[in-house]
């Protein structure tokens, strides 16, 4: 298995609402990334887990909630977002050390 | 991290070799260099990466200057499928990666 599976592809929520994004892998890479995109922009990196422990996050705010409960899933709590948060979420995972990340196709999130 | 400079476009003829240019004069001696592809409605994808010596694959060749204040990504012969935005990214940390605003690459049949 060399993907990285994002469940859901599409997620249309309020902003009084509560969701998760879910990312799995099952190639063994202790390395797994949250990246945020918007239209015409390049991904904006938001969360790094290492080993299952959050190693950067780059002051994102409070309303999204990452979680990492295992070497093969990573999760992206979502609560009371705004509309300007609606775009294309974004997960990665690679081996430790220089290599090639490997990305999912996204959740391409509305809120509205 | 490393400043890059790269085009904002590029346009290329299917079946011609493409030669993607990209600046990072600041980079240090222990950044790699990684470049990367998004094709429209996915996510990215790895390409290639080196660090001093020039690199090939079967998706495409670096080609890196001496000084390593510059690198080159060519793929020898574009079609219609290497149509995307092309990024190129020194990475220091093997953890954190950041994307610049990249090249997009537009094939014409």
């Known amino acids: 298995d060399t993907e990285v599976t994002q469940t859901p592809k599409h997620l249309v929520m309020g902003m009084t609402n509560k969701k998760s994004l879910k990312c799995e892998q099952h190639m063994g890479h202790r390395a797994m990334y949250w990246y945020k995109q918007k239209a015409k922009k390049p991904p904006e990196l938001m969360f790094v887990?290492?080993?299952?422990?959050?190693?950067i996050n780059e002051s994102v705010p409070s309303r999204f909630s990452p979680e990492c409960p295992n070497s093969s899933l990573l999760n992206l709590h979502l609560h009371a977002l705004q509309p300007e948060d609606s775009a294309l979420y974004l997960c990665?995972?690679?081996?430790?050390?220089?290599?090639?990340?490997?990305f999912g196709s996204g959740t391409r999130l509305t809120v509205v | 991290d490393a400043k890059t400079t790269q085009p904002n476009s590029m346009e290329s003829n299917e079946e011609e070799p493409v030669h993607l240019p990209c600046n990072h004069s600041?980079?240090?001696?222990?950044?790699?260099i990684h470049w990367y592809r998004q094709l429209p409605s996915q996510g990215p994808e790895y390409v290639i990466h080196?660090?001093?010596s020039n690199v090939n694959n079967r998706m495409a060749s670096l080609a890196i200057a001496e000084d390593r204040k510059s690198s080159t990504l060519i793929l020898h012969r574009a079609t219609l499928r290497d149509a995307a935005v092309y990024y190129c990214?020194?990475?220091?940390?093997?953890?954190?990666?950041?994307f610049g605003a990249g090249t997009r690459l537009t094939v014409k049949p």
């Open positions: 080196g660090l001093t």
């Open positions: 887990y290492s080993y299952e422990k959050l190693s």
């Open positions: 990214i020194p990475r220091r940390d093997q953890n954190d990666m950041r």
């Open positions: 990665a995972s690679s081996p430790q050390g220089n290599y090639g990340y490997t």
């Open positions: 600041t980079i240090s001696g222990t950044d790699y």
